[in-house]
């Protein structure tokens, strides 16, 4: 309970906030977005090096490369790039691949999976049945999957007097950012990622840096809405549930539809009830 109340400050400060997720995820100096910068990174960078002042990409160079390539975002593509780039030759980072649109999708993709990054064919999989679902019974549309974390956040509780700089190395491979830092409690911070990951193992990753006292999920406060899958032979049942009425103490209301999705794309409805008071 004591940790809880510690951690309160910057969860209040974690709600409040807002974060617009990038497009796509890659590192700096990697051009090719591939999670290495090695030598077709170089290449591209060399396509697109115009020198001081050239304010437009050279013919070769499409203009998100040429954006890339100036590490220094003052409008060029010069030497003072280059040696910014040659600073991060070898380096890897975590590939996120594309940013995917369907947020229930991917965040009930990474449960299921229990992998870091939402696995490709069960992400295009809930996608599609969702789709369908929805088409089928468009009032299941107000349901949203609400995962018990928030699947880009990241609160971390460094050891007394350890620099925040010990994160540095896996901020970098994951393209996180320290958002915020406490004032109330010292060494505590709030780490933004890139995009959706399954927090759960990145805190665990996180709680083997030297000099961290604790890497904790943040946890989602508020919503009554999920959505559970699961997957038989030849079809998958999703149960959707729709929350709603003083929902942190558990909704006074709740709509849960239970629809089946055939392998063949054919949806069913196999039952539809409300529990609670739903006037
Ligand atoms: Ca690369
Ligand atoms: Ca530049």
Request: charged fraction near 20%.
């Amino acid at each position: 309970m004591f940790r809880d109340l510690l951690l309160l400050p910057l969860l209040a400060s974690f709600l409040q906030s807002t974060f617009i997720l990038a497009d796509d995820c890659y590192g700096p100096a990697d051009l090719v977005a591939d999670g290495v910068v090695d030598a077709r990174d170089f290449s591209a960078f060399g396509s697109c090096l115009a020198g001081p002042g050239a304010p437009s990409s050279p013919t070769e160079c499409v203009a998100e490369t040429f954006a890339a390539a100036d590490m220094d975002g003052d409008g060029d593509v010069d030497l003072h790039d280059l040696a910014l780039f040659a600073t991060s030759f070898g380096g890897e980072y975590f590939v996120y691949g594309p940013h995917r649109d369907d947020r229930d999708a991917e965040l009930l993709a990474i449960e299921i999976s229990g992998e870091l990054r939402a696995p490709d064919a069960l992400y295009s999989r809930i996608h599609e049945d969702l789709l369908r679902i929805r088409e089928a019974y468009p009032e299941t549309s107000i349901v949203q999957h609400r995962p018990f974390y928030h699947p880009t956040r990241l609160i971390v509780q460094l050891q007394s007097g350890e620099p925040v700089g010990v994160l540095d190395p896996l901020n970098r491979y994951y393209q996180a950012d320290v958002f915020l830092s406490s004032q109330i409690t010292p060494g505590q911070h709030g780490l933004q990622f890139c995009d959706n990951l399954n927090m759960p193992l990145i805190a665990a990753e996180y709680q083997q840096v030297d000099g961290v006292l604790r890497a904790t999920i943040s946890y989602a406060i508020g919503g009554g809405d999920r959505i559970q899958i699961e997957f038989f032979d030849a079809f998958a049942r999703y149960t959707l549930v729709d929350g709603s009425g003083d929902c942190p103490a558990g909704c006074t209301c709740e709509r849960v539809w239970i629809v089946d999705v055939l392998d063949t794309g054919d949806v069913t409805l196999v039952s539809y009830a409300t529990y609670g008071d739903c006037e």
